[in-house]
């Protein structure tokens, strides 16, 4: 069965410095999607940055960033320079058949 | 803009009742998701649909049934709500037909928190 983990299920960062979120996940597939979707408090969850595994760069989207390491199974998140408006609860997701989301990372971002 | 509503932020109901979480997008989408999401557990797929008319289970469809009659609608039915039921409730949309939607991006609604009691 396939498996996203996420196993940090809090952190905290400092404004202006810079985090980076695990993400693990399991599969015998070759081509597959994955994502980070962003959910504020209260707010309706966002995509942060998509990878598509058959490509080897790793993408970017302005302070975000990943990295994405297809032989171990991994797809970390980076934010560089932590805003508050970063605080939310990140949800790392592998698409293979469905969407499988995992189980979560709550980051804080303290001024 | 995307745009997935969902007709209430908080419901509350009673063991045995029947409950209808109705989602609603405005971007002609062909694919429309019912998510779950519990703390500790992410967000578990309980039905989708990728046409009108057409549905296909998640992971955990048990105790649920979706109703998809109108491309911008999608229901989710709860034909006897029992308290293990409490939980946020999430409706997504995205491009794509059968099978090939899963790799564009989904498009969330705000969420429905239902508590049974």
């Known amino acids: 069965a396939q498996t996203v983990t996420q196993s940090q299920p809090e952190m905290s960062v400092q404004e202006a410095e810079t985090v980076t979120l695990s993400c693990t996940y399991d599969?015998?597939?070759?081509?597959?999607?994955l994502f980070w979707y962003k959910q504020p408090p209260s707010r309706q969850m966002i995509l942060v940055i998509r990878?598509?595994?058959?490509?080897?760069q790793n993408a970017t989207e302005n302070r975000f960033s990943v990295n994405f390491q297809k032989a171990a199974k991994s797809f970390s998140l980076k934010i560089s320079d932590s805003q508050l408006g970063d605080t939310a609860m990140y949800f790392c997701?592998?698409?293979?058949?469905?969407?499988?989301f995992g189980q979560g990372t709550e980051l804080s971002v303290k001024p | 803009d995307v745009k997935v509503t969902q007709s209430s932020r908080y419901l509350v109901k009673r063991t045995g009742e029947k409950v209808f979480l109705e989602c609603v997008q405005d971007?002609?989408?062909?694919?429309m998701f019912w998510y779950r999401q519990d703390p500790g557990l992410g967000l578990r797929l309980i039905y989708f649909?990728?046409?009108?008319?057409?549905?296909e289970k998640g992971d955990i469809p048990e105790g649920y049934s979706v109703s998809r009659e109108k491309k911008e609608r999608f229901s989710l039915i709860l034909e006897s709500a029992s308290t293990n039921q409490t939980s946020m409730y999430l409706c997504?949309?995205?491009?794509?037909?059968?099978?090939?939607?899963?790799?564009?991006?989904?498009?969330f609604g705000p969420g429905t928190r239902l508590t049974v009691t």
């Open positions: 997504a949309s995205s491009l794509g037909g059968q099978g090939g939607g899963f790799s564009y991006e989904q498009y």
């Open positions: 599969t015998s597939e070759n081509n597959y999607y």
């Open positions: 990878q598509e595994a058959y490509k080897q």
């Open positions: 997701a592998f698409q293979g058949g469905k969407l499988i």
């Open positions: 971007m002609d989408h062909e694919n």
């Open positions: 649909s990728y046409d009108v008319k057409m549905k």
